[in-house]
């Protein structure tokens, strides 16, 4: 039930991971590495997770600090942008590229 909650990839093969051990599918991190695709260090960071904080820190998910905010007045920037064009304009693929590139533009 878990498994189809997750959005991520790489929450699904967490939890995979914990599936196969719990079966006994899976005996050592070796087998882990090898069905998963994953160096041996991620496997034993994932392992270490879950034994000292449990499924939630196993599952939980970290974003950089400049991921979140790393456009703050994106919405307002792009009000004004789009102010200044037709709405033939905006509605094309062209127009979308430009103002794409305005505000990417406008925040460095």
Known sequence: ??????????????????????????????ELVKRLNRGHA???RWLKKY???GL???????????VRNNFPNASDRLRKILQQFT???????IGWEFITAA???SSS
């Open 87 to 93: 709405p033939d304009f905006t509605a094309s693929l």
């Open 42 to 44: 991620t496997i034993t």
């Open 1 to 30: 039930m878990r498994l189809k909650a997750q959005r991520s990839a790489s929450g699904k093969e967490r939890l995979q991971m914990l599936y196969w051990l719990k079966n006994g599918e899976v005996n050592t991190c070796k």
């Open 51 to 53: 034994k000292e904080g």
């Open 103 to 105: 505000i990417l533009s």
């Open 56 to 66: 939630g820190a196993l599952l939980e998910v970290k974003y950089a600090p400049w």
